[in-house]
């Protein structure tokens, strides 16, 4: 499949954050990579139209996350943003934002895993994980396993808590097999690197299917936001200079923004609780059915489930 094609989009429900995110008043959200794009997008829909009580902004530098910070009160003045230092790919900088939002927290009611990097040069995280995998899949199942305890907490307050996993359409790019589970601990430096954003989108995907089964009072869903011009691809596109080329020609003529590219993961936070199928992966806006075959394959995601927990074992706040 061609890489353009992964950027693909169609259109679903309607959605206006203007007049359709409701009061999220009292509630408690975390956003991860919350300083830019998609991220910075949607903590100021939240911030501005539904007015939660506390946001925390997830961000590697804390110098960014507050320049977020500053350019979205300007839009919402009043709004309560809490920035936590969040490094995906390493474990001790994830087990540190978790014991601060523990402690800061009585509640959490949204986490949206909106973080991701694509298709980087061969490279590995801090446990050796394939810097991708590692950081969109490995990095967000530790942080939500340190989180369980709270969710699980706010539920008797609000019994409509939700998981928002950012997945894509680049979950086509994934092997063959899936997940290349024997190499995956290694930067697979033999695999193309959009080969390798497939098997850590298609991870995404199967996360969120897996936490809707194993927790189904937690509302999980995956989001593919649509083609959006955000700096995601800076890494290809830099290292692919022809392709790269077309891609940011096509990008700046059909590509939405941020603020458009954003809906699909705040209609997922937001929307009325029977709009949503939890354990669903949706395209913009609201749409179901564009997943391929392997991403429905629930044997490989329960195996990767089970992967996952094995590799995480040890790991406590």
């Known amino acids: 499949m061609g890489i353009l094609s992964i950027f693909g989009g169609s259109s679903g429900v309607s959605f206006n954050p203007a007049t359709d995110i409701p009061s999220q008043a009292s509630k408690v959200i975390l956003v991860t990579g919350g300083n830019s794009g998609l991220g910075k997008e949607s903590i100021l829909a939240l911030a501005k139209y539904g007015s939660p009580a506390v946001i925390w902004l997830g961000a590697r530098s804390a110098e960014r996350a507050q320049a977020a910070i500053d350019d979205i009160h300007k839009a919402a003045p009043g709004a309560v943003i809490k920035a936590v230092d969040l490094d ?61 305890p709270l969710i699980q907490k706010t539920m008797p307050i609000n019994p409509d808590v939700r998981i928002i996993v950012l997945a894509s359409i680049g979950h086509q790019l994934a092997p063959k097999e899936g997940i290349l589970f024997d190499t995956v601990k290694s930067s697979q430096e033999n695999i193309s690197s959009l080969t390798k954003y497939g098997q850590s989108k298609l991870s995404n995907i199967f996360f969120a299917a897996e936490l809707a089964r194993r927790y189904p009072q937690i509302k999980s869903v995956a989001i593919h936001p649509g083609p959006v011009n955000t700096n995601l691809a800076v ?83």
């Open 88 to 148: 995906l790919s390493s474990f001790d900088s994830i087990k540190a934002a978790a014991r601060r939002v523990l402690a800061e927290s009585d509640r959490l009611d949204t986490l949206m895993l909106n973080a991701g990097i694509m298709a980087t040069p061969p490279a590995v995280t801090k446990e050796g994980y394939e810097i991708q995998f590692g950081t969109n899949h490995v990095g967000h199942a530790l942080l939500t396993k340190l989180l369980l």
């Open 235 to 317: 890494p290809f596109t830099k290292s692919n200079k022809i392709l790269g080329g077309i891609i940011n020609a096509v990008a700046a003529v059909t590509f939405v923004t941020p603020e458009k590219g954003a809906q699909g993961q705040l209609w997922a936070a937001t929307a009325p609780s029977d709009a949503v199928i939890s354990g669903e992966y949706y395209t913009p806006v609201g749409k179901l059915g564009q997943g391929t075959t392997l991403s429905k394959d629930a044997a490989l995601a329960a195996r990767l489930w089970e992967w996952t927990e094995k590799e995480l074992e040890g790991q406590t706040v």
